[in-house]
C-alpha cells in the first residue's frame, strides 16, 4: 500500500538530515583529532587574516630588544663576538637600570682563543646582573639511535614543581640538547628558545616546557617573564586542568601544551636597538630602565629568522619578547582541548543547519545566499572572539561543514523539487483523463480553483443521444460500455477543439461548459460552432442514434461542488436549468438543436452570423419545467446545418 505523501515527505527529510549530521560527525572528528588539512588551515591562512583584519597593536613599554644587526656585524666583523664584548653590553645594560636580561644567544663553547678568560669575564657580567636567563636549545632527532645519552638537567629543569599528577602525554619532547657551559648555567636561568613551526612552517604557538628524558625544560620566555615579574620558581606549574600556573594568573594552553603567540605586528614593533649603538653608548639609559631587554641577533647571514603573520623574517628574538610580553602581560591566543570540543559539536550543529537552510530554500539562489549569510556570521563570530578575547575559534571545520551541508541541502533540494515535478506530472496526466489538459493544469497547481464561486458568463449545453436507452436492450453490458467510450471520445474531440470543457459524462450525454478557466469573448460562438459540428460528426458516426443539443448562454456561479473526499466541477444557475430544458425540448419538438435567444444575441454582437444560418425562431414557446415561455432558435435536422 503506497504511503502518504506527508510521510514520504517526511522520511526523505530524515534521511537528508541523517547524511548531513554524518557529514558534520565526521568533520567534527578530524577537527578533534588534528587533522593536519584542517589544522594548516586554522594556523595558516585564515590566522593571518584574522591578524591582519585585527592590525598590528602597540607593544607594551616594559620591553626592550638589543639586536646583533647586519651593521653591528659588519663593524666588529666577526661571529661569535668575542665573550667580553658581550660581557661590555651586559654590564651597559645593567648600569642602564635594566630589571632583567634575556641572552637569546648560545654559549655552548669555550671561546675561540681557549684561554676562558673571556667566558669568566662575561659570567660575571651575568653574575652580577642578577636576573639573566641564557638560551639552550633542543634537538629532535624522532628517537633516532644516534642520539646521544640523556644528560642530567635536574638543576635546570621544572623537577617537582610540576604536578606530578598531571599526564604530559601530548608535551613535545627532545632527544639532545645543546647546554651552554657550566660556568653561565651557575650564574643564570637557563631556558630554551626552541621555536616548534607548526606543519605549516610557521611559529603559532612558544611552548613553556619541553620534555628531556624525565625533566621538563623550561622555556627561555617564561623565565624572563617569571624573573621580570619577581616570581619564583615555585609560583610556576601546570594544574590539573593542563593550564599553565604563572603567579597569580593561569593560562589555557592547546593540546600539545603550547601557548598561543600573539603577534603585535612586523618586524621592529617592539622598542628595538642596535648592539652597535649600545655599546658606543648612544641609547640613553632611560630607554632600558626597569625593563625586561632581550639581546639576540637579526643579521642576515645569521639566518635566525622565523615567517609570521606580520612578517617572513621577524627575527627570532623578536618571537621570544612576544611570548614575554604575552606572559606578562595575560594577552597570549587561547585555544583549550575543552574549546575544541565545543567547536566539534558546533561543527555537528552547523552543518545541520546548513543543510536545512539549503533544502527550505524557496530558490537554489535563496540556499546559497542563506548559507553565505551562515558562514559569513561564523567567520565575523571568529574574528570578534578573536579580536575581543584573543581567543582562537575555528574556521576550517565549520567552513567545510558549512559547505558540505549546504551542498546536501540544495542537492536535496534539487532531487525533491525533480521528484515533486514529477509527482505533478503524474497528477496531470491523471487529472487530464478527467478533464482537458487546460483544466488539469489549473487543478494541479492549486487547492482550490481561482473560479470557485466566482459569477461570470457561460455557454452551457446539454448533449443527449436518441433512442439509446431501447438500443442497449439489444447490447451486451460490454458492448455497450465501448459504445459510450466511443460515443465520449467524440464528444471530447470536437469539445476540446473549440476550448470547451467536458464537465460531465451523463451516461449517453454530456454536460458540457465554456468559461473555464478563464471566460472568453468568443465562448458564445465557439459553443454554437462546436454543436452544428458535433451533430453532423455524430450523424455521420451512428446515424442510428443521431445527438441533439440544447445551448443557452447567461450568468453562471462556476463551483467545484462535492463532500471533503470527492468533488466535481459544476456550474450553478438557472441558465444551466434553461439549457437542460432546451434540450429537452429538442425531443420534444423532434429538432436536433435548440440554442436561446440570448445566445443568438451574444453571437451577432461578436458578428458570427453566420453561425445561425440554418436555425428557424420559435419565439415564446412553452417549455416543460418551466412557467413562463421562452423564444429560443432550432434546427430540425443535421441536413439544415450542413
Not at 547524511?19 to 594548516?40: K, Q, R
Not at 638589543?66 to 645593567?94: C, F, H, N, T
Not at 636561568?189 to 626552541?194: Q, R, S
Request: hydrophobic share 45%.
Amino acid at each position: 500500500m503506497a504511503q502518504p505523501n506527508g510521510i514520504s515527505k517526511a522520511k526523505r527529510g530524515w534521511v537528508g538530515l541523517a547524511l548531513a549530521l554524518v557529514i558534520g560527525v565526521t568533520v567534527g572528528w578530524l577537527h578533534l583529532s588534528s587533522d593536519p588539512w584542517l589544522e594548516g588551515l586554522d594556523q595558516g591562512a585564515t590566522l593571518d587574516w584574522r591578524f591582519r583584519l585585527r592590525g598590528p597593536k602597540a607593544p607594551p613599554n616594559d620591553i626592550a630588544v638589543i639586536v646583533v644587526d647586519d651593521r653591528s656585524l659588519a663593524k666588529i666583523g666577526q661571529w661569535p663576538w668575542p665573550r667580553a664584548k658581550l660581557a661590555e653590553m651586559v654590564e651597559y645594560i645593567r648600569m642602564a637600570g635594566a630589571k632583567s636580561v634575556g641572552f637569546d644567544i648560545l654559549l655552548s663553547e669555550h671561546e675561540v682563543d681557549g684561554s676562558g678568560s673571556g667566558d669568566q669575564i662575561l659570567a660575571d657580567a651575568l653574575k652580577r646582573q642578577g636576573h639573566a636567563v641564557i638560551a639552550t636549545a633542543l634537538l629532535f632527532n624522532n628517537g633516532s639511535p644516534n642520539a646521544g645519552k640523556v644528560e642530567d638537567v635536574g638543576h635546570i629543569a621544572l623537577g617537582n614543581l610540576v604536578n606530578q599528577e598531571m599526564g604530559f602525554a601530548h608535551v613535545i619532547t627532545a632527544d639532545e640538547i645543546l647546554r651552554p657551559l657550566p660556568a653561565f648555567e651557575s650564574v643564570a636561568a637557563v631556558g630554551h628558545v626552541n621555536q616548534q613551526s607548526a606543519e605549516i612552517g610557521q611559529t603559532r604557538a612558544q611552548y613553556p616546557v619541553i620534555a628531556y628524558g624525565e625533566a621538563l625544560i623550561p622555556s627561555f620566555p617564561l623565565l624572563l617573564a617569571a624573573q621580570q615579574r619577581d616570581l619564583p620558581m615555585n609560583s610556576i606549574g601546570f594544574d590539573f586542568a593542563g593550564r599553565l600556573i604563572f603567579g597569580a594568573q593561569k593560562f589555557a594552553l592547546d593540546d600539545r601544551y603550547g601557548l598561543g603567540l600573539n603577534y603585535l605586528g612586523p618586524t621592529g614593533t617592539f622598542r628595538t636597538y642596535s648592539a652597535l649603538d649600545l655599546l658606543e653608548q648612544r641609547i640613553p639609559p632611560a630607554l632600558l630602565k626597569g625593563r625586561a631587554v632581550l639581546v639576540g641577533v637579526s643579521a642576515t647571514s645569521l639566518g635566525d629568522n622565523f615567517t609570521t603573520p606580520y612578517s617572513l623574517d621577524l627575527p627570532g628574538v623578536e618571537v621570544l619578547a612576544t611570548a614575554v610580553a604575552n606572559l606578562m602581560h595575560g594577552d597570549a591566543l587561547i585555544r583549550t582541548p575543552e574549546q575544541r570540543i565545543l567547536e566539534a559539536l558546533g561543527i555537528i550543529f552547523l552543518a545541520g543547519l546548513a543543510w536545512r537552510l539549503g533544502i527550505r530554500a524557496q530558490r537554489l539562489l535563496g540556499g546559497i545566499g542563506s548559507n553565505l549569510v551562515l558562514l559569513g556570521g561564523w567567520l565575523a563570530f571568529a574574528q570578534i572572539m578573536f579580536t575581543g578575547a584573543n581567543r582562537l575559534v575555528a574556521v576550517s571545520g565549520p567552513l567545510v561543514a558549512i559547505l558540505a551541508g549546504a551542498a546536501l541541502g540544495l542537492l536535496s533540494r534539487m532531487v525533491l523539487e525533480r521528484r515533486l515535478r514529477s509527482e505533478a506530472e503524474r497528477q496531470r496526466g491523471n487529472l487530464a483523463r478527467y478533464v482537458p489538459p487546460s483544466l488539469a493544469e489549473t487543478l494541479a497547481e492549486r487547492a482550490t480553483p481561482a473560479f470557485d464561486a466566482r459569477e461570470q458568463l457561460a455557454a452551457v449545453m446539454f448533449v443527449d443521444l436518441q433512442g439509446f436507452t431501447h438500443a442497449s436492450e439489444e447490447r451486451s453490458p460490454a458492448d455497450t460500455a465501448q459504445f459510450l467510450k466511443s460515443f465520449h471520445a467524440q464528444i471530447e474531440d470536437v469539445v476540446t477543439a473549440h476550448g470547451g470543457i467536458v464537465a460531465q459524462f451523463l451516461g449517453d450525454g454530456a454536460l458540457v461548459l465554456w468559461g473555464l478557466p478563464q471566460p472568453r469573448d468568443d465562448d458564445p460562438a465557439q459553443a454554437l460552432a462546436c454543436a452544428r459540428e458535433m451533430l453532423l460528426r455524430l450523424q455521420r458516426w451512428h446515424p442510428e442514434n443521431p445527438a441533439r443539443v440544447g445551448l443557452h448562454f447567461g450568468p453562471v456561479a462556476m463551483a467545484q461542488l462535492g463532500g471533503r473526499h470527492q468533488a466535481q466541477l459544476a456550474a450553478a444557475g438557472d441558465t444551466v436549468n434553461v439549457a437542460s430544458r432546451l434540450e429537452a425540448a429538442a425531443k420534444s419538438t423532434g429538432t436536433v438543436l435548440v440554442i436561446s435567444d440570448d445566445m443568438v444575441a451574444a453571437i451577432r454582437a461578436l458578428g458570427r452570423g453566420e453561425l445561425i444560418n440554418g436555425l428557424r425562431s420559435r419565439p415564446d414557446q412553452p417549455v416543460r419545467g418551466r412557467d413562463k415561455p421562452i423564444s429560443y432558435w432550432s434546427a430540425p435536422s443535421c441536413t439544415d446545418l450542413v
